[in-house]
């Protein structure tokens, strides 16, 4: 099975503002995810929901000990990283259906799916 990183961006101005029947039927979106996951032959390893943006913490520099930490990715675009599964699968294209439960909603635009690379 190859191993891929389910990269969730979301516009954090949209969730930041939703109702919590919104929240309530992202949530249920997920559960059934994963779910659907399973039923399907996928197999989730791991994931997790992210901090608003702001939240982040950014590190440059050239060396070990050399660095600069500053806040935030302060990125240009409206849409930041909300989340992410890791999951085992032979079929991506399978996987990419699934997805579309996600896609469902109006928090995820576009879901990302890249193979990782063993370390």
Known sequence: MTEYL?????????????????????HTAHT??????????HKMTGGAQLTPSPMARVV???????????DGPFAESAEQVAGY????SDDVE?????????????FHPAVEIRPTVGM
């Not at 440059?60 to 500053?70: E, F």
């Not at 599964?85 to 085992?88: D, I």
């Open 6 to 26: 389910v990269l969730l961006p979301s516009p954090e101005a949209r969730y930041a503002t939703a109702t919590d029947q919104e929240k309530q039927d992202l």
């Open 32 to 41: 059934e995810f994963v779910q659907l996951l399973a039923e399907r032959g």
């Open 60 to 70: 440059r520099g050239t060396s070990l000990d050399d660095v600069t930490l500053t």
């Open 85 to 88: 599964y890791l999951v085992e």
């Open 94 to 106: 399978d996987l990419a259906r699934v997805c579309g439960r996600l896609l469902a909603t109006p």
